[in-house]
């Protein structure tokens, strides 16, 4: 479980000792979000810092303007940066291209063949009756000729980059067999400042950092961003008026329920796969445990009863049981329960401290925080707890989710002192860096993929 939720969600509303979950760590984790605030709207900004060896090389020759069009974006590099941020691709530089086609008639595949490009992406934008524009592409094997791709799709002034975006999840599928994720988007924390001056807020932005919107902001702490299956509302805490509760907002229209302000702790929440439910750690019955709110009726279902502290609650994709963190072993370690509740079952046993657990889109996989030597690290495992592997190698690694593809992992670690977001690989090698100009950012949820 994360520092952040840990503090803020245990310790102002539990009684007695928590000597597992209270370390100098969290109550340092703690310090730092009181700590946070957001005056200027900023984009993330990312750094690849790793790449897969043997990358598929691939040619985004820049798109064709037609019938007028000025687009402001242009829609070829963004499609572009998209494929090398996964590290599946290696786009070639525009400064090697000896030409630069926009249909399939004018493309000379030899000349490709030479510069060892094994795909070409070719494109035109034309200007749209009525406004906006047409955007068009074509994906080739070079080395066969053979068209593997092609679509047309309209696009707003504003919407191009979006349109890049689902470009390049398009390209991506049918190049590796899995859908791409360019085309979603992230939800985090930020924060700057200190004293009078401090801020936080939650804010949602496109996947490659643009465009980011502000959610909720507050001089107070807001943790634990959860997204709705369908993508269309965000459950988050915060702490408006000095205590915890739950909300659950509308992106669209910006409504938002109040939907647990239990006295005590209200903390972490998670959608059902179906979006009815919402999972949730609650002490309003005195010690914090599991609990399942039916969403329209308000009705509670507790999962858990224990005098450990159970929290961080995760959904498996099927919807028939859920993870969780609970200290009731006597360190923090991953349990697992029945949606309708019965006896938890413990799932970890490698490692002095597993936290913060959640699934892979199969259900196969688990990624989790685990304390190693003083270390708080990233790894996966085995969902029913068999062998694991270290996905990260810093030392404040925590809040760690699945793309919704499964083929990456976002985490929130620090560099040089300060909280940004990491990307990683499952398979290892490509790894990305997700950073403000000013601030730190934490508390990473990637959306659902909907199509």
């Not at 520092?3 to 703690?30: E, F, H, I, M, Y």
Request: proline content about 6%; aromatic content about 8%.
């Amino acid at each position: 479980m994360t520092a952040d939720r840990r503090n803020r969600a245990l310790r102002p509303q539990v009684s007695g000792p928590l000597p597992a979950l209270l370390s100098g760590r969290l109550l340092l984790g703690l310090l730092a979000l009181v700590l946070f605030s957001t005056g200027v709207q900023a984009k993330l900004t990312i750094e690849i810092t790793g790449g897969i060896e043997g990358a598929q090389p691939i040619a985004v020759v820049p798109f064709g303007s037609l019938d007028g069009a000025r687009p402001r974006v242009d829609v070829a590099e963004v499609v572009a940066a998209d494929l090398a941020r996964s590290g599946r691709f290696d786009p070639m530089s525009r400064r090697e291209m000896l030409m630069t086609p926009h249909r399939q008639e004018d493309i000379d595949f030899r000349e490709w063949q030479l510069l060892a490009m094994n795909t070409l992406l070719v494109g035109e934008i034309a200007a749209a009756a009525g406004g906006g524009y047409q955007v068009r592409y074509a994906l080739f094997d070079v080395f066969t000729g053979r068209q593997l791709l092609s679509n047309s799709m309209p696009s707003s002034e504003n919407g191009l980059r979006h349109a890049a975006h689902r470009i390049a999840d398009a390209v991506y599928e049918q190049l590796t067999g899995e859908p791409g994720v360019f085309s979603t988007r992230i939800a985090y924390v930020t924060s700057s400042g200190s004293g009078s001056e401090a801020r936080v807020a939650l804010r949602v932005a496109d996947a490659d950092g643009y465009n980011p919107q502000t959610i909720v902001d507050s001089p107070e702490p807001i943790m634990s961003p959860a997204w709705s299956p369908d993508g269309r509302r965000l459950a988050y805490v915060s702490f408006e008026n000095h205590q915890p509760a739950i909300y659950v907002q509308d992106l669209a229209s910006g409504r938002r329920e109040r939907v647990a302000a239990f006295e005590g702790m209200n903390s972490a929440p998670a959608f059902s796969p179906d979006g009815r439910q919402l999972a949730m750690s609650l002490s309003r019955d005195g010690n914090p445990d599991i609990y399942v709110m039916d969403l329209a009726s308000g009705q509670l279902t507790r999962l858990t009863e224990h005098y450990a502290i159970d929290t961080e609650p995760a959904w498996a994709p099927d919807g028939r049981h859920l993870v969780f963190t609970s200290d009731r072993g006597g360190k923090p370690q991953i349990y697992r329960v029945g949606a309708a509740g019965g006896t938890a079952q413990r799932v970890t046993f490698d490692g002095e401290y597993n936290a913060a657990a959640s699934y892979s889109p199969d259900g196969r996989s688990l990624v989790m925080v685990r304390r190693d030597a003083g270390r708080f690290f990233i790894v996966l495992t085995d969902a029913w707890g068999g062998s694991s592997r270290a996905l990260s190698s810093g030392t404040l690694d925590e809040s760690p989710g699945f793309a919704p593809n499964g083929s990456m992992i976002i985490y929130a670690t620090q560099n040089n002192g300060r909280g940004v977001l990491a990307v990683v690989s499952i398979s290892g090698g490509a790894t990305q860096r997700l950073s403000q100009d000013f601030g730190d950012v934490r508390e990473p949820a990637w959306s659902p993929l909907v199509r």
